[in-house]
């Protein structure tokens, strides 16, 4: 099946700064999609972006489907973006919406 | 609205008993699905539905039991719960006749003694 493959691993920022997640998958995927699981353990969906660009306030996202990559780019990080970054990719083979999870990316914001 | 409600929240249970978590979700999706969260290994998927009646094995699926009798409930059964089931359980479910994008439940945290 699918690998994700997410970087850095951690990641420590002052509020204020820019940050670039990175999501490699091992496969075509038809389905991409990157949440945020607050310090209270909350799944929160950011994007769903199987391909092209997306923002939302001061995040937005691209996905290069044909490079098997997703990047999700945080500017003026805040303390409330603190927590695990997750991309997770579904099969252009698989006839359903499963999901597979990267390890995730643990952002730190200090004020 | 109330999305997907997961019930237990907390739950510490001895070794060798059945166990079932509760989810139920009021958006009339068609496909749900229960992750699994370890310590530094991510969400790992379970099981999944497609559509009510149907199931599907996830990348962990032994020694857990779905059924999809109904569009809104999806339970998960633990026959005989062992101590590496100690985790954290989440509830997702999805349009797949839309977008799929993937909405989660507030999570059930067990405990296997």
């Known amino acids: 099946g699918i690998q994700v493959e997410q970087s850095p691993p951690d990641l420590i920022l002052q509020e204020g700064a820019n940050s670039t997640l990175r999501c490699n998958f091992s496969?075509?995927?038809?389905?991409l999609q990157w949440f945020h699981q607050n310090p209270w353990g909350q799944l929160i969906n950011l994007f769903y972006i199987p391909s092209g660009t997306k923002q939302n306030g001061r995040l937005s996202a691209t996905t290069v489907a044909t490079e098997r990559y997703s990047l999700l780019y945080i500017s003026s990080s805040q303390t409330t973006d603190s927590g695990v970054y997750f991309c997770?990719?579904?099969?252009?083979?698989?006839?359903?919406?499963?999901?597979?999870f990267g390890s995730g990316t643990r952002l730190l914001v200090r004020p | 609205i109330a999305g997907i409600t997961q019930a237990p929240t907390s739950q510490i249970l001895a070794a060798g008993r059945r166990m079932t978590l509760r989810c139920t979700q009021d958006?009339?999706?068609?496909?749900m699905y229960w992750y699994r969260q370890d310590l530094g290994l991510g969400l790992r998927l379970i099981h999944y539905s497609n559509t009510a009646g149907t199931t599907g094995k996830g990348e962990v699926p032994d020694g857990y039991s779905v059924s999809r009798a109904n569009t809104d409930d999806f339970p998960l059964t633990l026959a005989s719960a062992v101590p590496s089931q100690t985790s954290v359980y989440f509830c997702a479910s999805s349009d797949s006749e839309t977008s799929g994008e993937l909405f989660f439940g507030e999570g059930s945290r067990l405990t296997v003694l």
């Open positions: 496969d075509s995927v038809n389905n």
């Open positions: 958006m009339r999706h068609n496909a």
């Open positions: 997770a990719g579904g099969g252009s083979m698989d006839s359903s919406y499963k999901l597979i």
